[in-house]
């Protein structure tokens, strides 16, 4: 009896040792090296051949081990991809890191200063990011919960205006969604909480601001310019006078006419800054930070009108007459 219970001991002890051999292949980090090696999967590469890579590479100890824990797992399919497998990774952590799928490729994008929302998803789409139909849906949602600069906004609005330009890295698979994060959470970066506070102090709400700062950005290009019709803009609306921007009536159009054709001055449209005064109910495109600042910190002065020529230059006037003969001088 007690021979039989020694052997079961032995028996035992060895199985617990053994037990204990593969929980340490298994589980154990393989290195203390902390840098990463990058491994290719190709496609049609089966398990055999990607466990003895991975050990001729010295990433895991055992080629057959690995397939072991391949095996004890499912037998789940390994996508072909490149991956980064730190090389400290025990063999289970290189296995679920293979489960994982491979490395997200990232790619450029870049919004120019004035795009449409509109402009935006026709960009994303030529690039191949998300659809037309994806994004526009996407920017339609409720996003003020999480980001409460939106708070007031109509519901079923575009984001127009609050689509921040700039260059981004996004993952190659990326939703519409993300990318609307990445470039909403920008946007509140760069319309600071001071900034908010100063268009509060002065009266303004930040879709205002927003609201100015998109017209200005299609009306001028320097910052000085940028500033100076900013305070022609808002004298304009404190005095009841319409704004008159081209850019507006672009807007409902869809035209790029540096002046506004008399046709479409007699659109019915609240965009129609000729026909309605004050501004119009939201951003006609999405601005830079030099025109949400030149909405915000405008430079006084005493002119009503202005024009800006083929080549970007701009000419103030300060009444009406002077103005129309600084068109026909210029124009």
């Known amino acids: 009896m007690n021979s039989i219970f020694r052997l079961f001991v032995g028996v035992l002890v060895i199985a617990l040792l053994i037990a204990g051999a593969f929980s340490y292949l298994f589980f154990a980090p393989q290195s203390s090296d902390t840098s990463s090696i990058r491994y290719i999967v190709n496609q049609g590469d089966s398990v055999d051949d990607i466990a003895r890579g991975l050990a001729v590479n010295g990433v895991i100890m055992n ?21 980064t497998i730190p090389k400290s990774t025990s063999m289970y952590g290189v296995y679920r890191l293979f489960v994982g799928g491979p490395d997200r490729k990232e790619t450029t994008i870049r919004f120019i200063e004035g795009w449409t929302t509109q402009q935006i998803a026709e960009y994303l789409a030529s690039i191949d990011l998300v659809t037309v ?25 575009p984001l127009e205006g609050y689509l921040f330009p700039d260059t981004y890295r996004v993952f190659e698979d990326a939703e ?40 200005i950005e299609k009306e001028v290009t320097s910052e000085q310019d940028r500033r100076m019709v900013s305070d022609i803009f808002r004298r304009r609306i404190a005095q009841g006078m319409p704004l008159q921007a081209d ?10 006419d540096p002046q506004a ?22 951003p006609i495109g999405n601005p830079g930070l030099s025109s949400l600042k030149a909405a915000l910190y405008p430079i006084k002065n005493d002119f009503l009108f202005f024009l800006t020529d083929a080549k970007g230059n701009v000419y103030y006037s300060k009444t009406f007459d002077e103005h129309k003969k600084k068109k026909l001088q210029y124009l």
């Not at 920017?139 to 919960?145: G, K, T």
């Not at 001071?194 to 700062?213: C, D, W």
């Not at 054709?261 to 939201?282: E, F, H, M, Q």
């Open 261 to 282: 054709k008399s046709v479409d001055l007699a659109i019915d449209s609240l965009y129609n800054t000729y026909k309605y005064k004050g501004l119009p109910p939201g």
């Open 133 to 157: 139909d994806e994004f526009s849906k996407a920017v339609r949602q409720n996003w003020s919960n999480e980001y409460p600069f939106l708070a007031g906004l109509p519901t079923n609005d």
């Open 63 to 83: 080629d057959a081990i690995f397939y072991l824990v391949w095996r004890f797992e499912g037998g789940k399919l390994i996508q072909a991809g490149t991956y």
């Open 176 to 215: 519409s969604a993300s990318i609307i994060r990445k470039v909403l959470g920008t946007f509140g970066e760069k319309m600071t909480e001071n900034m908010r506070r100063e268009a509060q102090s002065q009266g303004y709400t930040i879709h205002q601001i927003v609201t100015l700062a998109s017209i």
């Open 247 to 256: 850019s507006t009536i672009n807007f409902i159009t869809g035209k790029k």
